[in-house]
């Protein structure tokens, strides 16, 4: 029996191929809480949340925005909470470059003893400096005191040029050599609004990566990415590939508007790229359904992975092919003979349904998994059933008419 990579020819190989560690960023708490969830977990639920995303392999999670009182409780409890629990990842918390903001971020670093990453930011874009009245000279030194500030007090900088994607190369570059000359380590490309494809992504990234090595500057390169277009998920990937070494996003995407990247889909690409462990896959799988409990969403049934009905078929065709596979006695060669994605990586099984576009096989492939053998003349009247009535049958009509 020949292995099941030897049964599927991969276009996937990357051009650019890396041996390099990616670093993934969690927004989920941050950035996806203010797309407006209809319910906000509480503390201990974040805290089951954040423990479910160091589970799934995360080391860099954004916990809040402590600009006012309010929401600096809030990220000082749950930082002091992460503590309690003995939970290690690097936490992040974003700021304006102002000394209020950069110094409620110090004090929680030290009331709370976890290691902390201040994400400062400045608008960047023509758009933004036009309806802001700021000029280069302002952003300038903005940066210098806001990075200075925050590295003269041990805090690790993140510096992000807000709304990058939509901003001229020259400014891109000034405002960054600023930020690493004042000490920033971390770079966030940001596409605020998710205007970029694919190609734009791979043209930015690539850009900024070679002015930064030209420069000396070796620092880590994140991208962050909205799905305004549709392509917050293509256009991580596309980071990767030009040279990022951190991804940001949301669980399930969500933030506001169209939401965030998909970090659970970025992380299941990873994998099937070889780029991130399988043993991280199954408590994926619990982050994002607790999320959607906690938050009171509901996961669309077609969801890649996580939906309903993600590895479902009713095609006659399609059932009649996992039918055959599954006399070999290979699990995974069944699984994946109709589905890119394989589901038991995620402790999951693919899915029959009986409908108006089924054959004799999806019926044979359901009392197969019931121990159940049939008659053609039953499997052609349950068939006919489906058809006249033209919907999918539910089991326990399958289960009636088969008289079982």
Request: hydrophobic residues 40%.
């Amino acid at each position: 029996m020949p292995q099941l990579s030897d049964l599927v020819y991969n276009w996937n190989i990357p051009t650019r191929t890396t041996s390099k560690t990616i670093t993934l960023c969690d927004e989920t708490l941050r950035d996806g809480l203010e797309g407006g969830v209809t319910r906000l977990p509480c503390l201990e639920e974040k805290l089951e949340l954040l423990k479910l995303a160091s589970d799934s392999g995360i080391t860099d999670i954004m916990v809040g925005f402590p600009g006012q009182e309010i929401a600096y409780r809030e990220a000082l409890a749950l930082c002091q909470g992460v503590k309690a629990k003995g939970l290690t990842p690097r936490l992040g918390l974003l700021g304006r470059m102002v000394e209020a903001d950069i110094q409620a971020i110090e004090r929680i670093r030290q009331k709370s003893g976890c290691a902390i990453v201040a994400h400062l930011f400045v608008p960047c874009s023509p758009i933004r400096r036009f309806v802001d009245q700021w000029d280069i000279h302002e952003l300038e030194e903005l940066i210098r005191f806001g990075v200075k500030l925050a590295h003269k007090l041990g805090l690790p900088v993140n510096f992000s040029p807000e709304d990058t994607s939509r901003s001229e190369p020259q400014t891109v570059e000034h405002l960054c050599r600023i930020a690493v000359e004042e000490g920033a380590t971390e770079i966030t490309v940001c596409d605020t609004v998710g205007c970029l494809t694919p190609s734009g992504t791979r043209k930015l990234i690539q850009h900024l990566r070679h002015f930064l090595d030209a420069n000396n500057s070796p620092v880590r390169l994140d991208f962050h990415g909205h799905n305004d277009r549709g392509l917050a998920l293509a256009n991580s990937l596309a980071a990767i590939e030009a040279g990022a070494d951190c991804i940001q996003g949301t669980m399930l995407g969500i933030g506001e508007r169209s939401g965030n990247a998909a970090l659970d889909l970025v992380m299941i690409n990873l994998h099937l790229q070889g780029l991130w462990n399988q043993k991280f896959l199954i408590p994926l799988q619990q982050y994002c359904w607790e999320l959607a409990q906690r938050c009171n969403l509901t996961i669309p049934d077609k969801y890649p992975v996580f939906g309903q009905h993600s590895f479902t078929t009713q095609m006659g065709v399609h059932a009649s092919a996992i039918l055959k596979a599954e006399t070999y006695d290979n699990q995974d060669l069944a699984a994946c003979i109709y589905s890119g994605v394989n589901p038991h990586l995620f402790g999951l099984n693919y899915d029959i349904q009986v409908g108006p576009f089924s054959g004799r096989a999806n019926v044979k492939l359901l009392m197969r998994h019931w121990g159940v053998t049939l008659t053609d003349e039953t499997i052609d009247q349950i068939l006919t059933t489906a058809r006249l009535e033209n919907r999918v049958l539910s089991t326990s009509e399958i289960l009636a008419l088969a008289e079982v």
